[in-house]
């Protein structure tokens, strides 16, 4: 017996192609132009599944969803639009959609959920949680198809609890992504707390995640609670998770496993019910061949996996986001600017080291700096200084040492403007150097101190208290010889 699809769009074009896919691969399937005629075929109980686009003629889908829901709370229903915003991924999900299509979509797809929503049992819905529209406050900006990926897993995200791994370069955009998993989830009434472990002295991060008790260590004068107390009942943010040494990491491991946790200085186990949300633009699964990282802790950590592309490779966006943030910055008090089609050209031609945090960077200099109304392309091309340099960060060639490190702290003073990085930014690059370069030499020794140390030209002894203080691990191993 054939399955019927009911199937409603506006466009007739978009109806034709789906009709005779479906058809052919062996549905019964009822086409209609607008919503009115869905909501008959729904009530008298017609129907297996229903394909419908958000923006009809005679109204918006997202208005009689909870309606059919609750009628026929097991008719599985897919929304496509073309949108193509993250809010129109979650408000679909809040409604009970199956699953969200974003225009123009592969036919190959539609055909799979179609088979897999018809063959699953019956999914229990979200609820009907939000009515509002969600106006401006876009927490995630951009129509390419990457970022619609990104939609689509954030919003079957929202109602879990499972942890994210968050994975990208600097200026992606991972605090926000994070930040949208707990304003539109199931935590969103509890506290987020957000603490970046590059930006916290090595030796204090164990007390600034877990708290400490009087007395734990010198300068500890009084009880002081820690980032997983703080975030109870809501959402932990660990940002740059690359950077955390690795007896934090075997506290954070048990907490993972077990659910509770100690105060330094402690003894009584304290239960932790938060979510942890993990970011890094570190290679982790280099750090755990070179020891700097447990593979125990990554995949426990990754147990949902989200890249954040470069914007390079979402220069469809850049339109988008500028817009965005030229309306983010008149809503601060800056004059209305706009910016000219050949100045976005040249932006979706330049290579973005920073990226969107770059390209934010730059809308607001340029509607604080600049008196035109219309921003041109000469002074984005002077603002970038594209006539004059290869773009920051992309080397023409192989790179030394030197240049990488200066590269790296220009790339952290442009990240952290207009302010400037959080203090001990000497001792931070001297660890970020000297902790792969440890670990790498010990690894071409086979695990062997003592050849090591002379290929480091270091003392035993001094090598002995680096791997102590970087907690690295050290991986015997025998070398074949020749």
């Not at 220069?315 to 910055?329: A, E, N, P, S, Y």
Request: neutral net charge.
């Amino acid at each position: 017996m054939s399955r019927t699809v009911l199937l409603a769009d506006d466009d007739a074009a978009i109806r034709m192609v789906l009709n005779q896919a479906l058809t052919r691969a062996g549905y019964e399937v009822r086409p209609t132009g607008n919503l009115s005629t869905v909501w008959n075929w729904v009530s008298r109980g017609e129907g297996d599944l229903l394909i419908t686009d958000v923006a009809m003629p005679d109204g918006n889908a997202f208005e009689i969803m909870p309606k059919i829901k609750k009628l026929r709370p097991g008719l599985p229903i897919v929304v496509m639009s073309a949108q193509n915003t993250f809010m129109t991924a979650i408000r679909a999900n809040e409604v009970g959609a199956y699953e969200y299509l974003p225009k123009p979509f592969d036919i190959a797809e539609v055909l799979s959920v179609v088979s897999r929503a018809l063959a699953e049992a019956k999914k229990p819905s979200p609820g009907e949680r939000r009515t509002e529209e969600p106006g401006e406050t876009m927490p995630l900006v951009g129509r390419s198809t990457a970022m619609q990926d990104i939609y689509r897993a954030l919003a079957r995200l929202m109602q879990t609890d499972l942890t994210v791994m968050i994975t990208g370069e600097s200026g992606t955009g991972k605090e926000l992504v994070a930040r949208a998993l707990h304003n539109f989830g199931k935590r969103r009434n509890g506290p987020f707390v957000a603490i970046n472990m590059a930006a916290i002295p090595r030796d204090l991060i164990e007390a600034e995640l877990f708290g400490h008790e009087k007395g734990a260590f010198t300068g500890a004068t009084a009880r002081s609670s820690g980032r997983f107390e703080q975030a109870e009942g809501g959402t932990l943010f660990l940002d740059e998770i690359g950077d955390m040494p690795m007896d934090a990491q075997t506290r954070l491991l048990r907490v993972l496993q077990e659910g509770e946790y100690t105060m330094v200085g402690g003894r009584t186990a304290i239960k932790s019910n938060v979510r942890i949300v993990a970011a890094t633009h570190r290679d982790l699964g280099q750090m755990i061949r070179q020891g700097l990282f447990r593979e125990d802790l990554y995949y426990r950590l990754n147990v949902v996996p989200i890249r954040l592309p470069p914007l390079r490779e979402r220069v469809d966006d850049i339109g988008d986001l500028v817009q965005h943030f030229l309306r983010t910055t008149q809503r601060d008090g800056e004059a209305i600017k706009t910016i000219s089609p050949d100045a976005i050209r040249l932006m979706q031609n330049y290579s973005w080291p920073g990226n969107v945090r770059e390209l934010e960077n730059l809308v607001r200099r340029l509607s604080a700096l600049y008196a035109d109304e219309m921003i041109s392309v000469e002074i984005v091309q002077a603002e970038l200084n594209i006539a004059d340099r290869q773009p920051l960060g992309i080397p023409a060639g192989p790179v030394d040492v030197s240049t990488a490190v200066e590269s790296h702290v220009a790339q952290l003073l442009r990240d952290h403007e207009p302010s400037l990085p959080p203090a001990g930014l000497y001792q931070r690059i001297l660890d970020r150097v000297e902790a792969p370069l440890i670990a790498m030499a010990l690894n071409a020794c086979g695990g062997n101190q003592i050849k090591a140390a002379d290929l480091l030209g270091l003392n035993r002894n001094t090598l002995r208290k680096k791997i102590r203080a970087h907690s690295i691990e050290i991986v015997k191993q025998s070398r074949r010889q020749g």
